[in-house]
Nanobody
Framework: VQLQASGGGLVQAGGSLNLSCTAS????????IGWFRQTPGKEREFVAA????????LYKDFAKGRFTISRDSAKDTVYLEMNSLKPEDTAVYYC?????????????????WGQGTQVTVSS
């Protein structure tokens, strides 16, 4: 399974970005797509995740109300719409795929990872 993340960029505080994660290869073996983020010197942080089969979602508290995760199964693509961005949202955002049946926040349960896309929010 290969994951390609895109859509990052530079935006002013209060602005929006829409990240995409497109899966290829043996996508049928994955059940969950999650988004994580990481800044230098900090641990990787769970952002949100979605289950392919029913669209069930899970968000980290900071993402609730500002971020929306969605999927387009026909395109094997998961989106992360980010609104009301803050400087503290600045990070490299990674998408990852899990074979687990439940949505997990733990990155160790995600087997496949994309290359990351940089999001920078200026104040």
């Amino acid at each position: 399974v290969q994951l390609q993340a895109s859509g990052g960029g530079l935006v002013q505080a209060g602005g929006s970005l829409n990240l995409s994660c497109t899966a290829s290869g043996r996508t049928g073996i994955t059940n969950i797509i999650g988004w994580f983020r990481q800044t230098p010197g900090k641990e990787r942080e769970f952002v949100a995740a979605i289950r392919w089969i029913d669209g069930d979602t899970l968000y980290k508290d900071f993402a609730k109300g500002r971020f929306t995760i969605s999927r387009d199964s026909a395109k094997d693509t998961v989106y992360l719409e980010m609104n009301s961005l803050k400087p503290e949202d600045t990070a490299v955002y990674y998408c990852a795929a899990s074979q687990m049946g439940f949505i997990a926040r733990n990155g160790a349960l995600y087997r496949y990872w994309g290359q990351g896309t940089q999001v920078t929010v200026s104040s």
